[in-house]
């Protein structure tokens, strides 16, 4: 059985790898994706959830301290509320990315 960790790495990178396929967003963003995660699991766990609480809290312009509190209302609950809740942050953050996407590449007749 996969850890709900992987779980969730393996749907968004499959996610990601849909959005591409469709020319919804760039093949750099699966790039970016994969290095980012390379990166992360290279540091020791501390170290990684700083940064990403970092990185988060400036994407979602909130302050660190709310962004806290927030994942620690998160995490108290179950899995599968857990897992919704990213699966729902991803499609959003997608929307956005596809739009960027769209706005920087103006789609011709030829897709």
Known sequence: ??????????W????????????EVSATLLTDLHAAMAEARARPPEA????????????????????????????AQPTVAREIFLRRFVEAWLKEQRAEYASKHHRGDDG
Do not use: C, I, K, S
């Open 1 to 10: 059985m996969l850890h709900a960790a992987q779980t969730f790495e393996t």
């Open 12 to 23: 968004l990178l499959h996610r990601d790898v849909e959005a591409v396929e469709g020319n």
């Open 48 to 75: 990684r959830d700083a940064l990403a609480l970092m990185d988060l809290a400036e994407r979602v312009n909130l302050p660190v301290d709310h962004l806290t509190d927030l994942l620690a209302t998160l995490e």
